[in-house]
């Protein structure tokens, strides 16, 4: 979602203490929050609030448990269908998937991890057709799926799919956020198809483990709200379809803890579990 140049202002001004890199792919386990010396990098995703409740035996830990820093970035999903699908919009999808169930042949959407939380409640939106989940380990072979035709749809952050969309191999048909985004004019929101309660925004925050001290917390946050008003920074985010962060730490809180009930009901309701 965003190169870690980006972040180097960041560490290099607010860095006081060793630290190590928390995973960006699913929540740190419980060893990487047992010693306070230690500050994840980019410590939790949007998406991956909801893999405590799907992998409940790994030992994913909570993200709610973890100290709030700052949010780096926030970025709306964008769902793309290949450009050789007879699908030119978001009406013509939700009547193909519908189509399709009735027909007991669902239509094949790639998940790669955590995106399927979002797929499913979009299906639900659509009144819980059925489609077909093809799971992947990671964008990268799921992008190269649907450019190739061998799966029908996708969701991921729109930064992801920047390249793919610019050179016209895939073709977006939705936006999850509020309003429009500047780098994908013509694709509209939920709220312009007629998809009620489906605004997502991604993102990625930093965040400490549990006893990270207060002023080292105000010291971080300090510091990522000013490298993310610095121009170049904002141009580079924006150009992907990103959006830079900033903000309190409470105001990740807030987000985290309403993300990882929304995922959590989400997983729940659908029965997901690893595959």
Not at 74 to 90: A, G, H, I, R, Y
Request: hydrophobic share 40%.
């Amino acid at each position: 979602m965003c190169s870690a140049t980006a972040w180097r202002p960041i560490w290099a001004r607010a860095w006081s203490s060793r630290t190590r890199p928390a995973s960006t792919a699913t929540w740190a386990r419980p060893t990487s929050c047992a010693q306070p010396r230690w500050l994840p990098h980019a410590g939790g995703q949007w998406l991956d609030d909801g893999d405590p409740h799907v992998f409940p035996t790994l030992g994913i830990v909570d993200p709610t448990k973890f100290v709030p820093v700052g949010i780096l970035l926030q970025s709306p999903l964008v769902l793309v269908v290949p450009t050789s699908s007879p699908v030119k919009d978001f009406a013509q999808f939700a009547a193909l998937v519908k189509e399709r169930a009735k027909a007991g042949k669902g239509v094949d959407y790639g998940t790669p991890g955590a995106a399927r939380w979002c797929t499913e409640l979009m299906r639900e939106r659509l009144g819980s057709p059925a489609m077909n989940h093809v799971p992947y380990k990671g964008s990268g072979p799921a992008v190269i799926d649907l450019m190739a035709g061998r799966i029908e749809a996708m969701f991921d952050a729109t930064s992801v799919f920047d390249p793919y969309i610019k050179s016209g191999k895939v073709r977006p048909i939705l936006v999850t956020s509020s309003s429009r985004v500047a780098s994908l004019p013509d694709v509209p929101t939920p709220a312009e198809v007629g998809l009620k309660d489906f605004e997502i925004i991604s993102f990625i925050g930093m965040y400490g483990p549990p006893g990270t001290r207060p002023e080292v917390v105000q010291k971080l946050n300090a510091a990522i709200n000013t490298v993310l008003k610095e121009p170049a920074v904002i141009r580079s985010f924006q150009g992907r379809g990103d959006q830079p962060g900033g903000g309190t730490p409470e105001q990740l809180d807030a987000m985290t803890r309403a993300q990882y009930k929304l995922w959590g009901d989400v997983v729940k309701a659908n029965k997901i579990h690893a595959e």
